[in-house]
């Protein structure tokens, strides 16, 4: 163990990380996390039409090397598996194959394992497999984080309202946000829902 706590296979992925990057004509791009927050994930996911086996996938990620070394693991246990093979992938799976982390890091873990689940969701609902509907919407919206709690807002209780009509979606967020706050989570819930057809309002 180093003086962080860290593993020798954490450091590794830290200095070392597999799949780092972006993938300009990615299938879906999903991002999990708030800068606000410290810890913030993007994934880039290609997958084969006809196997559904992720092809690529690789990310960008800013924060501590908790952070880094988990999302790396969790594209070297996705890549090469099937969407539904990559669904068990678990954020106890990566703590595992990383050799352990301070308890205090394992929401690293968390906030990777569900960048891939989103990522997987999202090229569902693109394809017309999986519904957009209320809870959808909501599981989209795990990703984004409540700077203030540091829960995703839907735990954070910052969402009043979700409408689903067709491809209409209405999220309506807490008055009790400030107003630079409400405009970072808007940016961030949009971001959550780009790339699929609908249209999104955010009040």
Same mark, same amino acid.
Do not use: W
């Given at each position: 163990?180093?003086?962080?706590?860290?593993?020798?296979?954490?450091?590794?992925?830290?200095?070392?990380?597999?799949?780092?990057?972006?993938?300009?004509?990615?299938?879906?791009?999903?991002?999990?996390?708030?800068?606000?927050?410290?810890? @913030?994930?993007?994934?880039?996911?290609?997958?084969?039409?006809?196997?559904?086996?992720?092809?690529?996938?690789?990310?960008?990620?800013?924060?501590?090397?908790?952070?880094?070394?988990?999302?790396?693991?969790?594209?070297?246990?996705?890549?090469?598996?099937?969407?539904?093979?990559?669904?068990?992938?678990?954020?106890?799976?990566?703590?595992?194959?990383?050799?352990?982390?301070?308890?205090?890091?394992?929401?690293?873990?968390?906030?990777?394992?569900?960048?891939?689940?989103?990522?997987?969701?999202?090229?569902?609902?693109?394809?017309?497999?999986?519904?957009?509907?209320?809870?959808?919407?909501?599981? @989209? @919206?795990?990703?984004?984080?409540?700077?203030?709690?540091?829960?995703?807002?839907?735990?954070?209780?910052?969402?009043?309202?979700?409408?689903?009509?067709?491809?209409?979606?209405?999220?309506?967020?807490?008055?009790?946000?400030?107003?630079?706050?409400?405009?970072?989570?808007?940016?961030?819930?949009?971001?959550?829902?780009?790339?699929?057809?609908?249209?999104?309002?955010?009040?």
């Amino acid at each position: 163990m180093s003086n962080l706590g860290y593993t020798e296979k954490v450091l590794d992925h830290f200095r070392n990380p597999r799949n780092p990057g972006r993938i300009e004509d990615a299938d879906v791009t999903t991002k999990v996390g708030s800068a606000a927050c410290g810890d @913030m994930v993007q994934l880039y996911m290609k997958v084969n039409p006809d196997t559904e086996v992720i092809d690529d996938i690789k990310f960008e990620s800013f924060g501590c090397a908790a952070n880094i070394a988990s999302t790396s693991v969790t594209t070297e246990l996705a890549k090469g598996k099937t969407l539904e093979e990559a669904k068990n992938v678990h954020f106890k799976d990566v703590v595992e194959e990383l050799g352990g982390l301070p308890k205090q890091k394992v929401h690293c873990a968390k906030l990777a394992t569900s960048g891939l689940k989103a990522a997987i969701m999202k090229y569902e609902a693109k394809k017309g497999k999986r519904a957009v509907d209320e809870d959808f919407v909501r599981r @989209m @919206m795990t990703g984004v984080l409540d700077p203030a709690k540091g829960l995703n807002i839907v735990a954070a209780k910052r969402v009043d309202l979700i409408e689903v009509e067709g491809k209409r979606v209405r999220v309506v967020l807490s008055k009790e946000l400030d107003p630079e706050t409400r405009a970072t989570m808007a940016e961030d819930v949009a971001a959550a829902l780009s790339g699929l057809d609908l249209e999104v309002s955010i009040e």
